[in-house]
Each structure stands twice: as C-alpha cells, then as structure tokens.
C-alpha cells in the first residue's frame, strides 16, 4: 500500500512563525502536491511538484514555498505564518507524469493553527 | 478559467440511491476523479473516467459526458458509513489536479 506519511498532525505556532510541514511517500512517485482545506472551499491546491528540485505554483501560492531535495520528501514552507494561514495542509502524491496516472494518495493531515 | 461545480450537500436515507453531480470548465481536460472524505480523514480515491460513459465500481459508479462538461457520481444501496464529503476533481494540461468544493453527503436511518 501506497503511504503517505505527514510529519505533524496538528501544530500550534505564533504569528510571524516559520512553519515547516513535511511529507514523505514511500512509493516512488514521481508527483508531489501540497493543499490546503477549508470548510466551504473544498480542496486549494498550494503547490506541485513533478520532480526533484521542480516546482510549480498551484492556485493559492502566495505566503508558501517549498522544498523537494529528494524524490520522497516534500516539504511546505510559511515563511512568516499569519493566522489565516489556519487550515488543515493535506500532502498528495501519484505516479506518471502529468496527468497520466489517475490515482492521487493523501496523507493524513496537518492541522495547523497560528495564534 | 478552470473550475468544477458541484451541489454543497445532499440528504438521502438508508438503502436508497443517491447522484452526486459535477459540472467543470478547463483548458485541457484529462478526465474526471471522485474521492471521497471522511470527517477528519483523508481523501480516498473511488473512480476516475477519462472516456465517456459510465464506470461501475460495486455500489459506486460514475459517469462522464465529455460534450456536456458534466460528470456525476452514483451511490447505491446507501450505507450509514456512506456519510461523508465526495469531491470531483480534474487534471489540466499542466499536471495540476484541481478539486470541486465538496458535497457532503448525509445519510439518514
């Protein structure tokens, strides 16, 4: 079974914080995606990744960036959190390239709040 | 632009048939997901179409019509567990998968 593990499923930080959220798959894919999840606003993509050292901006990037050093690790980055960045951060990841390959696995979650 | 429309909740009972519809505008369109949502749980896929017609996956099934930009999702003999939040999601040319705002679906006894 695909998995796709979030390091932390629920954080607390202060305004101004950095925040580092990290997600590892241990599949192999090729594609990696951040989202966030707001009641009412369903899924919003942050950023993708389609390969090691790639990225590219989803449809909210603004107050995020991100790391992919390695195939399995990609990491969201708020570099000065800010309280409506308050949301629950969902890790994806799916095999092929592009839109070949219809399955995307999530990761449990991270809840993160900014105080 | 590029975006999927669907209904923000839908009530059924127990043993019933239930449709969950979704309506999309893309550039570039390479098929059609459902996944489902638990409360507190991560989304699972349930099915994907990337031709027209329907797709049967036991008490699930969708379908898409690419000429109508429209796709729904089928539930049948509806469960209690079955109560949780659908999503339709699409790929666009750029290998970015954009989701609907979610219908939450309630099952009553």
């Known amino acids: 079974d695909v998995k796709v593990t979030q390091s932390s499923r629920y954080l607390v930080k202060r305004t101004g914080e950095k925040v580092f959220l990290e997600c590892v798959q241990d599949?192999?894919?090729?594609?990696m995606f951040w989202y966030r999840q707001d009641p009412g606003l369903g899924l919003r993509l942050i950023y993708f990744?389609?390969?090691?050292?790639?990225?590219e901006k989803g449809d909210i990037p603004e107050g995020y960036s991100v790391s992919r050093e390695k195939k399995e690790r990609f990491s969201l980055i708020l570099e000065s959190a800010s309280t409506n960045q308050t949301s629950m951060y969902l890790c994806?990841?799916?095999?092929?390239?592009?839109?070949?390959?219809?399955?995307?696995?999530f990761g449990e979650g991270s809840w993160l709040t900014v105080v | 632009g590029q975006s999927l429309e669907q209904p923000s909740e839908v009530t059924a009972v127990e043993g019933a048939i239930v449709q969950i519809n979704c309506t999309y505008q893309t550039s570039g369109f390479y098929g059609l997901s459902w996944y489902q949502q638990h409360d507190g749980g991560a989304p699972t896929f349930l099915s994907y179409?990337?031709?027209?017609g329907l797709e049967e996956t036991g008490r699930f099934s969708s379908f898409l019509s690419r000429s109508d930009s429209y796709g729904y999702l089928l539930l049948q003999e509806l469960q209690m567990k079955d109560s949780a939040s659908y999503f339709c999601a699409h790929y666009n040319q750029g290998g970015k998968l954009i989701f609907g705002q979610g219908t939450e679906l309630s099952v009553k006894p």
């Open positions: 179409n990337a031709l027209d």
């Open positions: 994806a990841s799916k095999e092929g390239q592009g839109a070949s390959g219809n399955t995307i696995y």
């Open positions: 599949m192999d894919h090729e594609n």
């Open positions: 990744s389609y390969d090691v050292k790639m990225k």
